[in-house]
């Protein structure tokens, strides 16, 4: 199990400061500072700290945000120009536009253009800022076009104009609530070898740990592979869950539903089939109902945050391995 802990070393978690005294799986015994003992989760433990560093890490950025807001009206007093921007074809660092908030109930609700999501150019640049910081690698945030979401990547693997070809974590809201997680399409026509798309189906094919990878955190984080295509219209066609040792995934027609179970050799073969000619886009995801998205206030940055750090090596598998 893939967790942050060494033993001997001290973390922190909403109770204070402790020390590893044993890792054995997923049971770890921590000494608080106060000497007295625990035996945990390694898995809950290190969400928790996951989300303490999250939380600093926003704590500095909104500190730094405030400083700036000060040294700009500084400057305006004095009567010096601002500074001016980085040179045309520079990348600099992902910027945010304030702080996210949180959900609002007028994020959810349509209005004569659809709906209104301000608040994706803060959290998209959130989560950019901090991916980039957790992975070495730099991170940018997109707006989707005449859409409520979000999409994060890596500029070098992320084109605005190839639409849902591309790679990208998600976030998205719809009347019904939030999704976020991974996503992935194939446009009409013949799939290229070139295109994520066909990276990740052969990599899933090839790779048993990528494929454990996906099955466990559809598992353990309660994702659903959501497959959308163009059949008689375009929408959802199957939604894939875990179940097992394999995949249970549910099919709804304009004439029936049907419900089977099988393991990933049958499911690849399966996005294989489905709309072969037609466009295609999977969506491994988590859904959350607008009432719970809006209770959870500015805390479900970290757990979108935790969802795109888990779902790191399907992104980079999409990429071709996603370290050159």
């Known amino acids: 199990m893939a967790h942050p802990f060494e033993v001997g070393k001290m973390y922190r978690n909403r109770a204070g400061e402790y020390t590893v005294l044993t890792v054995d799986g997923d049971r770890m015994t921590i000494r608080y500072v106060s000497g007295n003992t625990l035996t945990t989760s390694a898995a809950i433990q290190a969400r928790i700290w996951e989300n303490i560093q999250f939380e600093e890490q926003s704590a500095r950025e909104e500190e730094r945000l405030r400083l700036a807001q000060e040294a700009r009206l500084a400057s305006r007093k004095r009567g010096t120009r601002p500074a001016q921007p980085a040179a045309a074809g520079v990348a600099g660092p992902p910027r945010t536009r304030g702080r996210f908030g949180g959900f609002r109930e007028s994020d959810f609700v349509p209005k004569a253009r659809g709906i209104a999501w301000p608040g994706r150019v803060s959290l998209g640049g ?17 707006l989707v076009p005449m859409s409520p979401e979000v999409h994060v ?27 976020y997680g991974f996503r992935v399409g194939r446009p009409d026509g013949r799939a290229e070898p070139s295109w994520p798309w066909s990276i990740l189906m052969a990599a899933l094919e090839a790779d048993s740990e990528l494929s454990a990878t996906v099955q466990s955190v559809m598992g353990n984080r309660a994702l659903s592979l959501d497959v959308y295509a163009m059949e008689l219209s375009y929408g959802r066609v199957a939604r894939v869950t875990a179940s097992g040792a394999g995949f249970k995934w549910e099919r709804e027609t304009l004439d029936e539903k049907t419900v089977r179970e099988g393991d990933l050799p049958q499911l690849l073969d399966y996005l294989k089939t ?37 779902l790191l090596p399907v992104y980079d598998a999409s990429l071709g391995g996603g370290s050159e």
Not at 126 to 142: C, D, F, H, P, V
Not at 158 to 166: A, I, V
Not at 277 to 306: F, M, N, T
């Open 274 to 310: 489905v709309s072969p000619d037609g466009r295609v886009d999977i969506y491994l995801c988590c859904d959350l109902a607008k009432e719970d998205a809006v209770s959870s206030g500015p805390g479900i940055a970290r757990d979108i945050l935790s969802t795109f750090t888990a």
């Open 126 to 142: 959130m989560l950019a800022n901090e991916l980039s910081r957790r992975t070495s690698q730099t991170y940018n945030k997109w």
């Open 153 to 179: 990547a890596r500029p070098d693997h992320y084109d605005p104009e190839l639409g849902s070809r591309n790679a990208a974590f998600f976030v998205a809201v719809s009347e019904k609530g939030t999704t």
